[in-house]
């Protein structure tokens, strides 16, 4: 074994969300100025050390609470590279909030995976880094989409089909989104359980929300090839309506989106599993500032401002 490195991003849904746990496509944007490294170097004594912001100490003694998912991960990584006994000390470095909807547990997934690899000097493609992040993922959620780490590991905006298709996606020339945090933890688990539970109890009622968020996000792929960010912002909207119905919005979310939008977004949604977590808001460059204001004004401990990248 050597030093072994890995990054990965903070990923933002654009539009899509639980829909695309149902087979319903989604799009999803790796935000760059949101990191997280990994970084692996052999220790010679056997001890499997870790320092990060969710787990501190030695993996193997430690209550792991919700690292425990990164930890089987690890494990699996060992065994693979014929290593189990292999000294190491691991250190994340993140600067992505946990449990925000921004997925941190796949952005950890994916660091640590490269950074194993690279640590044993082989060669990783796409499709294994994604079954790797999908153990520690499905130990985590227990029914994830992919998405998260499909969109932790990329380099530009994907458009994603669960098991079918990933690529790139254009994103329009003008305008930006503005990502505030609510402050309060939404656990992605809690609320993809959710909805499943009310898809199998009132699938009337619940499945034709799931159909309409795939429908809004064929409409915003339109909408991006045309660079038309009006029909986009009423896209966002009604993808927003839908999530609310489904049940994962929440009182916080609900309105730092009706600020965004009572000061003039072109639309605004919650982001990632919700119950809590982020909203995102698309706005013309030159109505950002006061959008931001009113946002922290409204009590959101963090806005973020996101310029797409056309290229
Ligand atoms: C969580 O970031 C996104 C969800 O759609 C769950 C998933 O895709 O696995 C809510």
């Known amino acids: 074994m050597e030093i072994g490195t890995g990054k990965s991003y903070a990923k933002i849904i654009l539009i899509g969300e639980h829909a695309v746990v149902y087979g ?3 799009i999803a944007l790796p ?5 997280l490294s990994a970084r692996v170097a052999p220790l010679p004594d056997g001890r499997q050390e870790v320092t990060s912001a969710f787990f501190n100490g030695d993996l193997n003694a430690g209550q792991l609470t919700n690292f425990a998912g990164i930890a089987m991960l690890i494990r699996r990584l060992l065994v693979f590279f014929d290593a189990t006994d292999q ?11 946990s449990e925000r909807g921004m997925g941190s ?26 079954n790797w992040a999908d153990i520690s993922e499905k130990a985590l959620h227990g029914n994830p989409s992919g ?6 590991s990329a380099e530009k905006p994907q458009w994603f089909v669960r098991g ?12 930006v989104l503005l990502i505030a945090d609510t402050g309060i933890a939404g656990q992605t688990k809690i609320a993809v359980d959710l909805v499943a539970r009310k898809l199998k109890q009132e699938p009337k009622v619940y499945r034709p929300l799931i159909t309409d968020i795939g429908t809004a996000v064929r409409q915003a792929a339109l909408a991006l090839a045309q660079d038309d960010i009006i029909t986009l912002g009423q896209l966002l909207n009604r993808d927003q309506t839908d999530l609310a119905a489904l049940g994962v919005s929440s009182p916080e979310l609900d309105r ?26 698309l706005a013309a460059e030159d109505q950002a500032a006061t ?7 409204a009590n959101a401990v963090k806005v973020w401002e996101y310029h797409f990248e056309t290229k």
């Open 24 to 26: 319903e496509p989604a």
């Open 31 to 35: 935000v760059k100025s949101i990191g």
């Open 87 to 97: 000294g190491f000390h691991l250190t994340i470095t993140s600067a992505l909030p």
């Open 105 to 130: 547990s796949a952005a950890t997934a994916v660091a640590v995976v490269r950074a194993f690899y690279d640590a044993f000097q082989t060669a990783l493609t796409r499709t294994a880094l994604l």
């Open 147 to 152: 998405l998260d780490a499909a969109t932790a």
């Open 164 to 175: 079918k298709s990933l690529r790139s996606i254009m994103m329009p020339r003008n305008g």
């Open 256 to 281: 730092l989106i009706n600020v965004a939008l009572d000061h003039g977004a072109y639309g605004a949604k919650l982001t990632g599993s919700g119950m809590g977590g982020c909203m995102i808001a």
């Open 291 to 297: 959008i931001i204001q009113a946002l922290k004004a």
